[in-house]
T-cell receptor, first 111, second 113 residues
Framework: TQLLEQSPQFLSIQEGENLTVYCNSSSVFSSLQWYRQEPGEGPVLLVTVVTGGEVKKLKRLTFQFGDARKDSSLHITAAQTGDTGLYLCAVSGAGSYQLTFGKGTKLSVIP | EAGVVQSPRYKIIEKKQPVAFWCNPISGHNTLYWYLQNLGQGPELLIRYENEEAVDDSQLPKDRFSAERLKGVDSTLKIQPAELGDSAVYLC???????????FGEGSRLTVL
């Protein structure tokens, strides 16, 4: 059983559209991270959320941590071609920095 | 400041041959990770070091994989002998103290023929 379920697995949209991707689990986490990985590169941290119900904004990206701290969403407004990449959520155990990743959502933004 | 450096970027070998990957973490980062990433999938942890000590190697296939971080800085990951299913990207990451952010290298892409 996968610790983290990410959906959708693939998403292809037109430039300018909005989208939301999800990261779900049956476990409760003290914090959750979102990374973006471009082809041929390593993942890069976008945000860390730690409080249930927390919302963080990073330009056109909005991240939300579920009230029960079991799930998270990433919303992108007016997608651009530069948003193309693999979006990964990751969690660590309490008091541990052993990071476990989901399988990711592969986003393609078409001009 | 330099990021995490990995080499080689690409390696093509025949099955049953040995291969080694090298990682130089960000200066001052005590924690070093090796992850395996299959195409279109998320990274999977192989081993985590705190300084020179391997604190979690439960996912490392020890019959053919080995890793070391002798002086608590650079690390090498070795596969001997390689199998077809080992074709993947091997990512190294490091983390500083009191922070949850991992910094990744560009990865080493292995193709086993």
């Amino acid at each position: 059983t996968q610790l983290l379920e990410q959906s959708p697995q693939f998403l292809s949209i037109q430039e300018g559209e909005n989208l939301t991707v999800y990261c779900n689990s049956s476990s409760v986490f003290s914090s959750l991270q979102w990374y973006r990985q471009e082809p041929g590169e390593g993942p890069v941290l976008l945000v860390t959320v730690v409080t249930g119900g927390e919302v963080k904004k990073l330009k056109r990206l909005t991240f939300q941590f579920g009230d029960a701290r079991k799930d998270s969403s990433l919303h992108i407004t007016a997608a651009q071609t530069g948003d193309t990449g693999l979006y990964l959520c990751a969690v660590s155990g309490a008091g541990s920095y052993q990071l476990t990743f989901g399988k990711g959502t592969k986003l393609s933004v078409i001009p | 400041e330099a990021g995490v450096v990995q080499s080689p970027r690409y390696k093509i070998i025949e099955k049953k041959q040995p291969v080694a990957f090298w990682c130089n973490p960000i200066s001052g980062h005590n924690t070093l990770y090796w992850y395996l990433q299959n195409l279109g999938q998320g990274p999977e942890l192989l081993i985590r070091y705190e300084n020179e000590e391997a604190v979690d190697d439960s996912q490392l296939p020890k019959d053919r994989f080995s890793a070391e971080r002798l002086k608590g800085v650079d690390s090498t990951l070795k596969i001997q002998p390689a199998e077809l299913g080992d074709s993947a990207v091997y990512l190294c990451a490091s983390r500083g103290k009191n922070t949850g952010e991992l910094f990744f290298g560009e990865g080493s892409r292995l193709t086993v023929l």
